[in-house]
Nanobody
C-alpha cells in the first residue's frame, strides 16, 4: 500500500513563499516519476509539476512556470515543491503522487493512481 504524506501548507500573503514536502513509502522510490497536483475550491484537480526519476528533468504547468520548483531526494523518499511569488489563484489543496503510467502526458489524470491526503495552501490578497 502506497502512503504519501504531504506537509508544509499554510496561510501566506500574496507574493510570499511556501515549501511543500511529500514523503512517500514507495518501494524503490527512485524508480518513480513524481508529481504535484492541486485542487482549488470548486475546481477539478490540475497538474502542477513533475520530476523525473533522477531529478534531471522537470515539467510545470504554465500557470506556475517560473515561480514553482519541484525537486527530490531519493535517499529520503521525498519530493518538494518550492512555491515563490504566490498568488491568490494558487489557493488549493496540494497533492503529491507517482506517475504510474508514463505513456500518458503529465497533465492527464489517467497517469496517476495514488495521492496523499493533501496539504492546504491559502494565499491571501
Amino acid at each position: 500500500q502506497v502512503q504519501l504524506v504531504e506537509s508544509g501548507g499554510g496561510l501566506v500573503q500574496a507574493g510570499g513563499s511556501l515549501r511543500l514536502s511529500c514523503v512517500a513509502s514507495l518501494r524503490a522510490f527512485q524508480n518513480y516519476i513524481m508529481s504535484w497536483s492541486r485542487q482549488g475550491p470548486g475546481k477539478e484537480r490540475e497538474f502542477v509539476a513533475v520530476i523525473s526519476r533522477n531529478g534531471s528533468i522537470t515539467n510545470y504547468a504554465d500557470s506556475v512556470k517560473g515561480r514553482f520548483t519541484i525537486s527530490r531526494d531519493n535517499a529520503k523518499n521525498t519530493v518538494w515543491l518550492q512555491m515563490n511569488r504566490l498568488k491568490p489563484e494558487d489557493t488549493a489543496v496540494y497533492y503529491c503522487g507517482p506517475k504510474v503510467r508514463p505513456f500518458y502526458t503529465d497533465s492527464d489524470r489517467r497517469a496517476y493512481d495514488s495521492w496523499g491526503q493533501g496539504t492546504q495552501v491559502t494565499v491571501s490578497s
